[in-house]
């Protein structure tokens, strides 16, 4: 599971809106298997941040580098845009916070997940609809379900519909925008530990911005701390939890009860 | 001792800077050193705030280590990546902590059994090691498919037990894992102990029980010789 490279390896990642830091100086390598947590304040950048490795914003300076297939390490940024869309396709996927911004609400689950099959060349309409099915059982959604389209699903469920409608394509990296943001506490639990599954079954990479020190404790093998667009922290989750060296990160764990 | 030691902890200093209490410094130690061979259970002493966890815990790898080395397996923890340190927590350094940290909604027998799958064992066998455990540590069997959120804290505990023996790490920490139980659950754990130790395992303790410490301990290692103005 540990390759010879790191999966992403960013160096200087730098995004300003105008004269406002969106994140600056962003340096990091996520090896393969490895989940990485972005914790920080409101605005400190994180949707910034993850939206520059996700190639959905062009970063002012900086290099992404993925190691991919069948080449090897390449810097993302420099890709011609088709090739970019279609590593986004194959090997990557991106979890949004609202399910909204991640689902197609107007098409049925079944073709939610299976659309992402035909992007990336599935045909075959029954072995489209087998995988869809397969899925949907993954993130607990019920087979008979699948005609259903997602405004008639809960937010716990539109949200396990979005994951399944990324990671049927077998990605290697996931980003996740507050996977687990706005959904009641049983139903975090419950796709807590539908990520663990799965991360341990596919050895998959994952960026996961989220605002919960207890989802990122549980999740997390490595953290990221921001502020202000900078990264102030960095390192092993329990180290960066229960030794904090910078005063916001102290500050930050000192004002949650238990993590 | 015999063959070479499992863990080595060289000249290591710790302090705690706290930023938000106006930047006041606890110096905690300045030149702590030990060494645990295999089949050796060394157990921690010293008083109260003498620095015993922050030892324990700059070798489980959660606290930073300030100054000094410290070596598991070979492996040298100040500085590591996360991922060495994940890697030797998974094969090699195993840790009973004294509170159960899981996710939610995961059963009691999962929880035990997660350390095998992460090695790659297949989910029946890790199971039914992870069963025979936990029927060792006497927790009923109506309670394997709950999760132990809802335990009281002994049973809490003897998951967390089971789950830091469940895999033969050759490395293993324990804080206090007699604490909070029965006569006969507090047999059970010092018998498993003495089992780990005699299948060659290096084990560094902390025990406030001391006819605990006396019967599993082969020897002491007084953390106050570690700290500043000693
Ligand atoms: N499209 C934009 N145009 C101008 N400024 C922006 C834009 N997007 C973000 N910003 C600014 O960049 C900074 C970082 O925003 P970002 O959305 O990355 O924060 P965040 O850490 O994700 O916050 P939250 O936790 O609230 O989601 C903020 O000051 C924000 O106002
Ligand atoms: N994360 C931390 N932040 C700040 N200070 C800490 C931290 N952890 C430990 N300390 C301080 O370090 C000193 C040693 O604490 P430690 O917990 O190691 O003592 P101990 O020997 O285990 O005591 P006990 O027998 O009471 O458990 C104490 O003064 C404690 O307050
Ligand atoms: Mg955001
Ligand atoms: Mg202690």
Sequence with gaps: MTGAHPLLSVRDLTKSYGTRRGCADVAFDLWPGEVMGIVGESGSGKSTLLGCLAGHIPPDTGRVVFDTRAEGPRDVLAMAEPERRMLARTDWAFVHQNPRDGLRMGVSAGGNVGERLMAVGARHYGQIRAQAVDWLGRVEIAADRIDDKPRQFSGGMQQRLQIARNLVTGPRLVFMDEPTGGLDVSVQARLLDLLRGLVRQMGLSAVIVTHDLAVVRLLADRLMVMKDGLVVEQGLTDQVLDDPQHPYTQLLVSSVLQA | ?230
């Design chain 2, 1 to 230: 001792m015999t063959g070479a030691a499992m863990i080595v902890v060289r000249d290591v200093a710790k302090r705690f800077t706290l930023h938000n209490q106006g930047g006041a410094v606890l110096e905690v130690m300045a030149a702590a050193s030990l060494r645990v061979g295999p089949g050796e259970c060394v157990g921690l002493v010293g008083a109260s705030g003498a620095g015993k966890s922050t030892l324990m815990r700059m070798i489980w790898g959660n606290y930073r280590i300030d100054a000094g080395s410290i070596r598991v397996a070979g492996v040298e923890l100040a500085g590591a990546e996360p991922r060495q340190v994940i890697a030797l927590r998974r094969a090699t350094l195993g840790h009973v902590s004294q509170f159960l940290r899981v996710v939610p909604r995961v059963p009691a027998l999962d929880v035990v059994a997660e350390p095998l799958l992460s090695l790659g064992m297949d989910q029946d066998r890790a199971r039914a090691q992870a069963a025979a455990l936990l029927a060792r540590l006497n927790i009923p069997e109506r309670l394997w498919p709950l999760s132990p959120t809802t335990f009281s804290g002994g049973e809490q505990q003897r998951v967390n037990i089971a789950r830091g023996f469940v895999h033969p790490w050759p490395v293993l920490l324990l804080d206090e894992p007699t604490a909070s139980l029965d006569a006969a659950n507090r047999e059970v754990v010092l018998s498993l102990i003495e089992e780990a130790r005699t299948r060659g395992a290096a084990i560094l303790g902390i025990f406030h029980d001391e006819a605990a410490r006396a019967r599993v301990c082969t020897r002491l290692v007084d953390v106050s010789g570690f700290a500043v103005a000693a």
